[in-house]
């Protein structure tokens, strides 16, 4: 089976800007989360989705924002970027039933300049 | 509220040393307990979990034991190679009526010399 894919895997952008990362989960997994990762901060949860909708959210503006289209793929947009937003993007697939372990993608690596 | 406490970082140790990594966890429910592991320029990899108290996850040589009583769950290896050199995440799964909530470490960062 095919892993979490994310592109693009590299990504410069300049503030104010928006970037769209995308996401394609292990298939048959139909919940994908989104994680930004920096040195600061470490890991944080920004959203879930499953089967198209929205399920869960942490705490971010509402500058970033995602969908998850009907084959599982998920995207997460983030507008109007800051060099703030420069981080590690994972997304990370699985079944969605309780306790399901969570499949990581390489990551996108957004530069914001 | 529902939390994972990880040991800082970072760790160096000699190849072939034991290592330690400590995670506590605060949980309102029974999660499940996992460790992540992180190699330069990658994600995340799943490197062992635990379902429930008492449970042992294990693989490549690490072990982590559910403890409810301590509310801990700490990564063991008993000789280290220079290949495990990565970040280390702990992380909890609670089931809540919006599904899963995952929370992580801030991670633990282990450079193995020769």
């Known amino acids: 089976k095919a892993g979490v894919t994310q592109t693009p895997r590299y990504l410069i952008k300049t503030r104010g800007q928006q970037v769209t990362l995308s996401c394609s989960p292990i298939?048959?997994?139909?919940?994908v989360s989104w994680y930004q990762q920096t040195p600061g901060q470490g890991l944080q949860f920004l959203f879930e989705?499953?089967?198209?909708?929205?399920?869960n959210k942490g705490n971010f503006p509402g500058r970033f924002s995602g969908r998850q289209f009907s084959n599982s793929r998920s995207e997460m947009n983030v507008s109007t970027l800051e060099l703030g937003d420069s981080a590690l993007y994972l997304c990370?697939?699985?079944?969605?039933?309780?306790?399901?372990?969570?499949?990581f993608g390489p990551g996108t690596r957004l530069l914001v300049l | 509220g529902d939390s994972v406490t990880q040991m800082e970082g970072p760790v160096t140790l000699s190849e072939e040393a034991f290592l330690t990594i400590n995670c506590t966890y605060t949980?309102?429910?029974?999660?499940?307990l996992f460790w992540y592991v992180q190699y330069p320029g990658e994600g995340l990899q799943l490197l062992l979990k635990?379902?429930?108290?008492?449970d042992k996850g294990s693989n490549k040589g690490f072990e982590a034991t559910y403890r409810k009583e301590t509310t801990s769950f700490h990564l063991e290896k008993g000789s280290v190679q220079v290949s495990d050199s990565a970040v280390y995440f702990c992380?909890?799964?609670?089931?809540?009526?919006?599904?899963?909530?995952?929370?992580f470490g801030t991670g633990t960062s282990l450079t193995v010399i020769p």
């Open positions: 635990a379902t429930k108290a008492d």
């Open positions: 989705y499953f089967s198209e909708t929205q399920r």
């Open positions: 992380a909890l799964s609670l089931l809540s009526n919006t599904g899963n909530q995952f929370y």
């Open positions: 949980a309102t429910g029974y999660p499940s």
């Open positions: 298939s048959g997994h139909r919940s």
């Open positions: 990370a697939s699985r079944p969605g039933t309780p306790q399901e372990t969570q499949y």
